[in-house]
């Protein structure tokens, strides 16, 4: 796959950064369908494998749901053709029916898909997964909101 927005384009759409930006690039983007799919390679040096777990490396499961909130911010950042962070910020609402099926640890590369469910008073509503090799770790709907500030 061919990447269409690298890290430093996603460090001007996204006020995340290191060690907390968790999308290394876009590689589709579909704006009529709503959808969008991301990168996140997982190296064996990011912080959180020091404690989680030192022998038997698994990345989090609330940063692999953050990793997807990113994915979900990218694809309204692009929807709505403006930076997040900004003139405003992204806020996490909620989430809904988290399945974690496979650890993801170091070496994956994982893919982010989201998809737009539905935008209702400043809420929108994403379907989300992550996969590794075709196999899906984990699915989540999720919800945010942008604020001005």
Known sequence: MEKIIDVNQIKKMLPHRYPFLLVDR???FDEEKETIVALKNVTSNEPHFEGHFPIQPVMPGVLILEALAQSCGLLSA???KKS??????YL???FDNARFKRPIVPGDQVLL???VLR???GIWKFSAEATVDGEQCCSVDIMCTYKDV
């Open 113 to 115: 898909k989201s998809t």
């Open 119 to 121: 935008r209702l008073k």
């Open 78 to 80: 692009l929807i709505l």
């Open 92 to 94: 996490l609402v909620g």
């Open 26 to 28: 876009v590689l589709e």
């Open 84 to 89: 997040l962070g900004e003139n405003g910020i």
